[in-house]
């Protein structure tokens, strides 16, 4: 089990470019999440998704979009980055069935310059 | 779901218990209280959660107040690799329409030095 997995790892745009990040689970979980954390703040929540095909908004999903096409895939879309959405891209899993634990991705960190 | 506060700091002596506060003053009586913790760059690592009653696991203990307004999260015999920051969060555990979000507050930074 890989379990889940973000890709690239790292990553430099330059303001206006877009880019999609992917995050890809192998646990066949239902649930799945996209954090930003920016430094020294605690993780915030930007979209979710409970089931394939679905999405909803989270706490900052302004300038994101995401898709959800493949239950073990969910991905983030920037269409014109700015330098605010600089930070670091946390992506989890977690399973209805057994909802009390959230699997993390080892993260994306994005620079907008 | 319910505000949490937490020191923004601790240290602790390897191989000493290292003894995490949290004050959830306004939890609700269907809100757990989970701890996960995020080591350097990594991501977040679930650790235990509990709703009244005191849970144990091979990680930590975790222990709540009778009336609930606050937690300590127990880390045994603490090692350098729990340097870490640790979340304290406060969420409601339904089936049926939940999404199961985390909210994450700033945490606290514990450093074990040898």
Redesign the interface.
């Known amino acids: 089990n890989a379990g889940?997995t973000q890709t690239p790892k790292f990553r430099v745009l330059k303001t206006g470019q877009s880019m999609t990040l992917l995050c890809a689970q192998d646990m066949n979980h239902e649930?799945m999440?996209w954090?930003r954390q920016d430094p020294?703040?605690?993780?915030?929540?930007i979209h979710?998704s409970?089931g394939e095909g679905t999405t909803?908004k989270?706490?900052v999903p302004d300038g994101y979009n995401v898709s959800r096409l493949k239950k073990q895939n969910f991905l983030l879309g920037l269409e014109s980055a700015a330098p605010s959405q600089t930070s670091?891209y946390?992506c989890?899993s977690?399973d209805?069935g057994s909802?009390?634990?959230?699997?993390?991705?080892?993260?994306t960190r994005l620079t907008v310059t | 779901d319910a505000k949490t506060t937490q020191p923004p700091s601790m240290d602790c002596a390897e191989g000493r218990a290292a003894n995490l506060p949290c004050n959830h003053s306004t939890i609700s009586g269907n809100e757990y209280v989970y701890w996960y913790r995020q080591i350097h760059s990594q991501g977040p690592q679930y650790i235990i959660h509990g709703l009244k009653n005191n849970e144990t696991n091979e990680m930590a203990s975790l222990i709540i107040t009778e009336d609930r307004k606050s937690s300590t999260l127990i880390l045994p015999h603490a090692t350098l690799r729990d340097t870490a920051v640790y979340y304290c969060i406060v969420r409601v555990l339904t089936s049926g329409g939940s999404n199961y979000k985390l909210t994450f507050g700033k945490g606290t930074l514990l450093t074990v030095n040898p």
Do not use: D, I
């Open positions: 889940v649930y999440y954090y020294g703040m605690g993780l915030r929540l979710y409970v909803a989270g706490e670091v946390f989890a977690l209805r909802p009390n634990e959230q699997y993390f991705g080892p993260g």
